[in-house]
């Protein structure tokens, strides 16, 4: 039976209690009084007797650390496909940390809590701290499904960072033969399937030639690079746009293995090739940047680098030794996957429904196509503002004027109603008054 005792000289209760293994212990408690602690020891007993019992779990005598149940989770749980990228981003963030030395079974809420707030002010973005946070408690539910925890997952208890939401550039359909004439020729049916198709970059490196349907016109995306399946975890098969078509029968034609858009040796190209650098060059070519910074060569050989940014790459002189500034485009900051976006984009703006661009870009949610990746332009929200009003508004300056009052009506005078006023003009002015209303006069008494 669990009792309590006070040691001498101090005044902290403790409670002698039996665990759920039967072992007695000694736990230091904040009780006040002696009937607080009695209270606090009957719940230790109670829910020591559910573990023995099976109707709660046992706890855990885990002495790994965070840092080493993560590594666990590295070796054992972490899919194959991001294991370099969680495993850069856990050593940098956990296991290199504090947070990385605390033993696993002192870890509370507030702990984790602290530790996100700490990779804050070193600067991560909320999005980089909310994948932090999302590993870790995966981290948790995987070792509590393997037996390495059974306590509660303290990551839950942590509050998510709010992500601002990022508005992505997309491409217009005018600009899209603009980019593709600039994209090298080897890259060139890789983009433009991205962009007519709306397909991954796994994807495009693993599709293969069996894969591709140009008589019934039909793509079947199964797998990323090497992988037996895609993101989504299942195959789709969406149609060719009229426009891929001789893309596809290019890159067919010059591929040399069974993939569709190899390496000129015939390999698979690796997650490491870099189509993003191929689109930057492309759109600074195309002349769709966002300006162009001057720099002068003879100042920056001198250690006094110059710099003027103008929408433009007119020919400017450099105001401190007088020579020709040289223009250098800043393109558009995209990414390949903005392409993608680009694909949503352009269907949803040429009034496609969203279920089937969902089908297209094999979305598990149609929230996810039109919250994400259905991008508005200024142009389509000004066609929406524009049904609001009259259809032809008066000028501003216009509308400001106040009103004329209309004309009154001239009096009618006393002499074209000779019969009705002739009994009233002898009358002194003011005691009595004629209503024209009436077909009679009416007296009014005026108090």
């Not at 006070?6 to 665990?19: A, S």
């Not at 605390?102 to 070193?122: C, G, I, N, P, Q």
């Not at 793509?219 to 299942?234: L, M, N, P, Q, W």
């Not at 903005?338 to 661009?357: F, K, P």
Request: proline residues 8%; contains cysteine.
């Amino acid at each position: 039976m669990a009792s309590v005792f006070q040691r001498q000289g101090h005044g902290t209760w403790y409670l002698r209690v039996k665990d759920a293994y039967g072992r007695w212990a000694n736990i230091s408690s904040t009780a006040k009084t002696k009937t607080e602690a009695w209270r606090l020891a009957s719940d230790l007993e109670r829910k020591a007797e559910r573990q023995r019992l099976g109707l709660d779990p046992l706890p855990t005598d885990c002495m790994l650390t965070v840092g080493e149940l993560v590594s666990w989770w590295l070796r054992e749980r972490c899919p194959a496909a991001s294991y370099e990228r969680e495993e850069s981003r856990l050593k940098k963030n956990v296991i290199s940390t504090p947070l990385g030395s605390a033993l696993v079974r002192h870890l509370t809420a507030a702990r984790v809590e602290d530790h996100l707030h700490e990779l804050e002010k070193a600067g991560a973005a909320p999005a980089s701290v909310n994948h932090v946070r999302a590993k870790l408690r995966t981290v948790f539910f995987k070792a509590k499904k393997a037996g390495l925890w059974v306590g509660g997952n303290p990551i839950t208890e942590t509050e998510p960072r709010r992500v601002p939401k990022r508005v992505h550039p997309t491409l217009r359909v005018e600009e899209i033969p603009r980019v593709l004439e600039h994209v090298p020729p080897l890259w060139r049916p890789f983009t433009a399937t991205a962009i007519y198709a709306g397909l991954r970059k796994g994807e495009l490196c693993g599709l293969r030639k069996c894969d591709v349907d140009l008589d019934a016109g039909l793509i079947t995306v199964r797998c990323s690079y090497d992988r037996e399946t895609t993101k989504g975890g299942h195959a789709d098969v969406i149609p060719i746009a009229p426009a891929l078509t001789p893309y596809f029968d290019a890159a067919i034609e010059a591929s040399p293995s069974d993939l569709v858009f190899p390496w000129p040796d015939g390999s698979m190209r690796s997650p490491e090739c870099d189509p993003e650098k191929v689109l930057r060059r492309a759109l600074a070519r195309a002349g769709l940047v966002e300006r162009y910074e001057h720099s002068c060569r003879r100042c920056k050989s001198r250690g006094t680098p110059y710099v003027e940014k103008h929408k433009d790459a007119d020919v400017r002189r450099c105001p401190t030794c007088g020579a020709k500034l040289w223009p250098r485009a800043i393109p558009r900051p995209m990414r390949f996957h903005d392409l993608r976006h680009t694909a949503a984009t352009l269907m949803l703006r040429a009034g496609v429904d969203a279920h089937r661009v969902q089908r297209i870009l094999r979305h598990a949610s149609v929230t996810t196509t039109t919250d994400t990746y259905g991008h508005l332009t200024v142009d389509d929200l000004r066609d929406a503002v524009a049904c609001i009003g009259p259809k032809n508004p008066i000028p501003f300056a216009a509308g400001l004027l106040p009103k004329l009052p209309r004309a009154l009506p001239a009096p009618k005078h006393a002499q074209n109603f000779p019969n009705e006023n002739r009994a009233f003009q002898s009358e002194p002015r003011g005691d009595r008054t004629h209503d024209p209303r009436l077909k009679r006069p009416v007296l009014y008494q005026l108090s």
